[in-house]
T-cell receptor, first 113, second 108 residues
Framework: EPEVTQTPSHQVTQMGQEVILRCVPI?????FYWYRQILGQKVEFLVS????????KSEIFDDQFSVERPDGSNFTLKIRSTKLEDSAMYFC???????????FGPGTRLTVT | GQQLNQSPQSMFIQEGEDVSMNCTSS?????WLWYKQDPGEGPVLLIA?????ELTSNGRLTAQFGITRKDSFLNISASIPSDVGIYFC????????FGTGTSLTVIP
């Protein structure tokens, strides 16, 4: 069964450093998403991406965040200058249509020290 | 952002019992999704609902899209230990908004 994969599973970084989180969405899906989940809290939408453009973003997704589809399979989330409060699980998801069911990856746990 | 309130917040039930949980909002949503999340893992999609009043089953799970489009319900019949986890609803209004979660513990 096709699945979304994410790397790394755990990333530790120092405050102020840049991190890139990587995702390989399900191969025939065209819509990609990033979500964040702070420990013990609900899942929060960050951004959706379609046709090489951001289609929607939340207020969390400020100028320090960016997304990219560098090739035909990868989808990345870059955090330019990490802050302590960026520590969270980051989930990538994909779907084959807007508003259709989204399938999540296993997540990357980001720890900012 | 939109608030989706799930109740109950947590449940402790005996194996074999049926479970009911719901998700409510003051806003209207076009799609409802139900996910289960185990600790340290990504949410796993259980059921998707696309029309008001729709009732959909997936094995022992049944979910309904409320007629008002402001709520959704999930039922689990004959619970088993592996049903343990956190159940999230998600409603679509432009983006998906996730609920606060219901933590389910099944006592063997």
């Amino acid at each position: 069964e096709p699945e979304v994969t994410q790397t790394p599973s755990h990333q530790v970084t120092q405050m102020g450093q840049e991190v890139i989180l990587r995702c390989v969405p399900i191969s025939n899906h065209l819509y990609f998403y990033w979500y964040r989940q702070i420990l013990g809290q609900k899942v929060e939408f960050l951004v959706s991406f379609y046709n090489n453009e951001i289609s929607e973003k939340s207020e969390i997704f400020d100028d320090q965040f960016s997304v990219e589809r560098p090739d035909g399979s990868n989808f990345t989330l870059k955090i330019r200058s990490t802050k302590l409060e960026d520590s969270a699980m980051y989930f990538c998801a994909s779907s084959d249509g807007p508003g259709w069911e989204q399938y999540f990856g296993p997540g990357t746990r980001l720890t900012v020290t | 952002g939109q608030q989706l309130n799930q109740s109950p917040q947590s449940m402790f039930i005996q194996e074999g019992e049926d479970v009911s949980m719901n998700c409510t909002s003051s806003s209207i949503f076009n799609t409802w999704l139900w996910y289960k999340q185990d600790p340290g893992e990504g949410p796993v999609l259980l059921i998707a609902l696309y029309k008001a009043g729709e009732l959909t089953s997936n094995g022992r799970l049944t979910a309904q899209f409320g007629i008002t489009r402001k709520d959704s319900f999930l039922n689990i019949s004959a619970s088993i230990p592996s049903d343990v986890g956190i159940y999230f609803c998600a409603g679509l209004m432009g983006q998906f908004y996730f609920g606060t979660g219901t933590s389910l513990t099944v006592i063997p």
